[in-house]
């Protein structure tokens, strides 16, 4: 049985922090590329972070870049991501996902599982 269950969203303030977790069934975490992903209202689903398995390489979006990092607990089987210095544009629902090719991809069609979402509201 496979699961990811994301944590750790809420209401903060722009300029603040929020660490983002998901913790995965050990069948979908070990050799899986681990992504985020976040959907805002009226919009597409996007790509925000991708850390591959075994190197442990990271991507980021743009519009994230230095503010985001994403990190991985392979003994807990979960996968984090930091983000700082939060701004009002960020506000949407963050998605964990799973890539069994492990590539790394920011394609959202690139992975074959998704957790539930946690809300994420940034105000100014």
């Given at each position: 049985?496979?699961?990811?269950?994301?944590?750790?969203?809420g209401?903060?303030?722009?300029?603040?922090?929020?660490?983002?977790?998901?913790?995965?069934?050990?069948?979908?975490?070990?050799?899986?590329?681990?992504?985020?992903?976040?959907?805002?209202?009226?919009?597409?689903?996007?790509?925000?972070?991708?850390?591959?398995?075994?190197?442990?390489?990271?991507?980021?979006?743009?519009?994230?870049?230095?503010?985001?990092?994403?990190?991985r607990?392979?003994?807990?089987?979960?996968?984090?991501?930091?983000?700082?210095?939060?701004?009002?544009?960020?506000?949407?629902?963050y998605?964990?996902?799973?890539?069994?090719?492990?590539?790394?991809?920011?394609?959202?069609?690139?992975?074959?599982?998704?957790?539930?979402?946690?809300?994420?509201?940034?105000?100014?």
């Open positions: 049985q496979w699961q990811l269950v994301e944590s750790g969203g209401l903060v303030q722009a300029g603040g922090s929020l660490r983002l977790s998901c913790a995965a069934s050990r069948m979908i975490f070990s050799g899986y590329t681990m992504g985020w992903f976040r959907q805002a209202p009226g919009k597409e689903r996007e790509f925000v972070s991708a850390i591959t398995y075994g190197g442990g390489n990271t991507d980021y979006a743009d519009t994230v870049k230095g503010r985001f990092t994403s990190s607990d392979n003994a807990k089987s979960t996968v984090y991501l930091q983000m700082n210095n939060l701004k009002p544009e960020d506000t949407a629902v998605y964990c996902a799973a890539d069994r090719w492990n590539s790394g991809s920011r394609s959202r069609n690139s992975y074959q599982y998704w957790g539930q979402g946690t809300q994420v509201s940034v105000s100014s």
